[in-house]
């Protein structure tokens, strides 16, 4: 029993030991794949911009069936329509509960702008562009489309990876708009409507806690969760294997990877921004 143990540990720490170092050899694949394709954003623009105009249709507004609901734009106003209507339904019963239901303006001006918004907008951003992306390459990779690029002298990174990324960027800014309108407009419908307060109070209190500065914030939060997202799927999308269960694989994991990420771009953003002062001043 004593001698065979040795036998026993030392097959078991040189597995752990490889898959260590199997972990590291794929976040560096996936790092220089990063850095590949955001290098290659010049090639993109220059040379690839027909693809990026088609990329920039597919992705807002969708194609085929797909475009008679709007696509991504619908899916993303849905989305934020019901968390700002939440706000509103929380944050009324909640001020009423010690008497200050008035600052529910407040609420909507503070936890839409700061945490809410970016938080679903990325959440959509993943499952609907994101899924799709990696979903897309991976079809091409299975089917050798894109080993068929490299051939024919395509840049293969930049004319699928690099485009999908800069398609990203353009398109969650009016994304973000709409998303940030549709929480604005859920929270003061639902407050004023069905609760009965008072307009005026409610765009009192909005108006007074609304920081134009958090708005600008909020969007630069919003457009690093794009390149983020877009870049875990292309990557996964890009090298995928094992025919079509590994593309619907590959689609898993990018989206867990990628809402794990965003919500991590939220965080150090929040903690980089208001981790000090907080950048906020409840007298108005």
Same mark, same amino acid.
Not at 23 to 29: D, F, I, P
Not at 30 to 56: G, M, N, W
Not at 161 to 188: E, K, Q, T
Not at 263 to 277: D, H, K, M, P, R
């Given at each position: 029993?004593? @001698?065979?143990?040795? @036998?026993?540990?030392?097959?078991?720490?040189?597995?752990?030991?490889?898959?260590?170092?199997?972990?590291? /050899?794929?976040?560096? $694949?996936?790092?220089?794949?990063?850095?590949?394709?955001?290098?290659?954003?010049?090639?993109?623009?220059?040379? +690839?911009?027909?693809?990026?105009?088609?990329?920039?249709?597919?992705?807002?507004?969708?194609?085929?069936?797909?475009?008679?609901?709007?696509?991504?734009?619908?899916?993303?106003?849905?989305?934020?329509?019901?968390?700002?209507?939440?706000?509103?339904?929380?944050?009324?019963?909640?001020?009423?509960?010690?008497?200050? /239901?008035?600052?529910?303006?407040?609420?909507?001006?503070?936890?839409?702008?700061?945490?809410?918004?970016?938080?679903?907008?990325?959440?959509?951003?993943?499952?609907?562009?994101?899924?799709?992306?990696?979903?897309?390459?991976?079809?091409?990779?299975?089917? /050798?489309?894109?080993?068929?690029?490299?051939?024919?002298?395509?840049?293969?990174?930049?004319?699928?990876?690099?485009?999908?990324?800069?398609?990203?960027?353009? $398109? #969650?800014?009016?994304?973000?708009?709409?998303?940030?309108? @549709?929480?604005?407009?859920?929270?003061?419908?639902?407050?004023?409507?069905? +609760?009965?307060?008072?307009?005026?109070?409610?765009?009192?209190?909005?108006?007074?806690?609304?920081?134009?500065?958090?708005?600008?914030?909020?969007?630069?939060?919003?457009?690093?969760?794009?390149?983020?997202?877009?870049?875990?799927?292309? +990557?996964?999308?890009?090298?995928?294997?094992?025919?079509?269960?590994? #593309?619907?694989?590959? $689609?898993?994991?990018? #989206?867990?990877?990628?809402?794990?990420?965003?919500?991590?771009?939220?965080?150090?953003?929040?903690?980089?921004?208001?981790?000090?002062?907080?950048?906020?001043?409840?007298?108005?």
């Amino acid at each position: 029993m004593i @001698s065979g143990a040795p @036998s026993q540990i030392h097959p078991r720490l040189r597995r752990v030991f490889t898959e260590r170092v199997e972990g590291l /050899e794929r976040t560096g $694949v996936q790092a220089r794949f990063y850095f590949q394709t955001i290098a290659s954003t010049r090639d993109a623009l220059v040379h +690839y911009h027909t693809e990026l105009i088609r990329l920039i249709a597919q992705m807002s507004l969708g194609t085929g069936a797909l475009a008679i609901i709007g696509g991504t734009v619908v899916i993303v106003g849905f989305l934020t329509l019901s968390t700002g209507a939440l706000v509103a339904v929380q944050g009324y019963n909640q001020f009423a509960n010690v008497g200050v /239901e008035a600052l529910t303006g407040f609420a909507s001006a503070y936890f839409n702008v700061r945490l809410i918004a970016p938080v679903i907008a990325g959440i959509a951003l993943a499952a609907t562009i994101g899924a799709g992306a990696t979903a897309q390459l991976g079809a091409m990779r299975i089917n /050798e489309e894109i080993d068929a690029l490299e051939v024919i002298g395509v840049r293969s990174i930049a004319y699928l990876a690099s485009n999908r990324v800069l398609a990203g960027v353009i $398109v #969650v800014i009016p994304l973000y708009c709409i998303a940030m309108l @549709s929480a604005f407009f859920a929270a003061r419908f639902g407050t004023t409507f069905f +609760y009965g307060q008072s307009s005026g109070v409610y765009d009192h209190y909005f108006n007074t806690f609304l920081n134009p500065q958090d708005i600008i914030w909020s969007f630069l939060q919003a457009v690093l969760m794009a390149v983020v997202i877009m870049l875990v799927h292309t +990557y996964y999308g890009y090298t995928a294997t094992g025919g079509p269960a590994g #593309v619907g694989e590959a $689609v898993g994991r990018a #989206v867990r990877t990628s809402m794990i990420a965003a919500v991590f771009v939220v965080l150090f953003i929040s903690l980089a921004i208001y981790g000090q002062s907080g950048n906020f001043n409840l007298s108005g």
